[in-house]
């Protein structure tokens, strides 16, 4: 389920704890050089670390950076005071997303909810990093070590990043991918009911046709490629973009990144899915959690397997890892910041 028109919803009823935000975490607005009119919101934290690795967190469509603030938060908390020190780390909200008011300057005089896509995200990312890194950090980009922590569509941006930027400029050292979004797919999971040969025996008891065309449809005006979000990114070329899970390969021959891919846990996205789209649990069971999860497993390919880590199923979670479980991802943004750390202090 991709995260593009529904609430954010928590697991649970009781009142969530607001993140007291350290004092580490500063927030401001920038331009970039190739879109000089508009501004662009970010938070930024300097690292206490030797090491210039810089965490960057990407957003899905429903969210924004202010849900990576409790992750942040948690690294600074777990690393502050310690040898190693904690990382520098940025999260921002793209335009027209979250506190990033400006809409992309490329959308005018385009097709309404279709003037800018991920290509075109991913190269705002690009420009992103080289401005903070001068700016916050006085250091150039290629100097630094980059990851990349992104949720859903955040995790094609990531991927099409990579893929603009291999060799040149500043590759990326490491990813986690946090429940990609599938960007090949036009998230219509079931059998179609009018197809030659379909037989209603394929369905789980609980599901009638009936219940299944409604389904069908809910998930078309919503998830469809061509559907608009309030952020006009346009997904409607991603499958030409990402045609497949395993490939393209992240980095350059002879320097792949590290790579950990998290999905959703079954029950809880049955839940989630239950609950904001009244998708039946037995029908999200059979059709989408093996889908997503065979789209994970691709996912774990894009990088040599002595570096790849997953896919493995976020315990409790929903769509939105970082929302339900900011501490599988503080330990598993570590787990890669430590393994690039070495890496290159081993100088390999």
């Given at each position: 389920m991709a995260d593009i028109s529904l609430p954010i919803q928590s697991n649970t009823t009781e009142p969530q704890p607001a993140v007291a935000i350290p004092k580490e975490i500063t927030s401001q607005n920038t331009t970039l050089a190739h879109k000089p009119s508009a501004s662009i919101n970010y938070s930024f934290a300097r690292g206490s670390g030797k090491d210039p690795i810089l965490v960057v967190f990407l957003n899905g469509l429903m969210t924004d950076k202010v849900t990576w603030i409790p992750v942040i938060a948690g690294i600074i908390r777990r690393r502050i005071g310690t040898a190693a020190g904690f990382p520098s780390m940025l999260a921002y909200d793209r335009y027209g997303q979250g506190m990033s008011d400006d809409r992309d300057p490329g959308d005018y005089g385009k097709d309404k909810g279709h003037g800018h896509d991920c290509q075109d995200a991913a190269e705002d990312l690009h420009y992103l990093i080289e401005r903070v890194a001068e700016k916050e950090m006085g250091m150039k980009p290629e100097q630094l070590k980059i990851v990349l922590v992104a949720n859903s569509i955040g995790c094609a941006i990531a991927r099409l990043y990579s893929q603009s930027h291999?060799?040149?400029?500043?590759?990326?050292?490491?990813?986690l991918f946090l429940d990609s979004i599938m960007a090949n797919?036009?998230?219509?999971?079931?059998?179609d009911p009018?197809?030659?040969g379909f037989s209603r025996d394929e369905l789980p008891d609980d599901v009638s046709v009936e219940i299944l065309r409604e389904q069908r449809a809910k998930f078309a005006v919503i998830f469809h490629p061509n559907a608009?979000?309030?952020?006009?990114?346009?997904?409607?070329?991603?499958?030409?973009?990402?045609?497949?899970?395993?490939?393209?390969?992240?980095?350059?021959?002879?320097?792949?990144?590290?790579?950990t891919v998290v999905g959703h846990d079954f029950e809880a996205f049955a839940?989630?899915?239950?609950q904001t789209m009244g998708t039946p649990v037995s029908l999200t069971m059979k059709y989408s959690n093996p889908i997503w999860h065979n789209y994970n497993k691709g996912l774990a390919q894009l990088t040599v397997k002595t570096k790849s880590k997953g896919p493995f199923q976020a315990k409790e979670c929903g769509h939105f890892i970082q929302r339900d479980g900011p501490v599988i991802v503080v330990d598993e943004t570590l787990e890669l910041v430590d393994k690039i750390a070495l890496q290159y202090s081993a100088g390999q």
């Open positions: 291999p060799v040149a400029d500043f590759p990326i050292a490491g990813f797919s036009d998230f219509n999971f079931w059998p009018d197809a030659p608009i979000n309030k952020e006009g990114l346009s997904r409607r070329n991603l499958a030409q973009l990402l045609p497949h899970s395993s490939s393209p390969m992240l980095g350059k021959e002879g320097d792949r990144p590290w790579l839940q989630e899915s239950l």
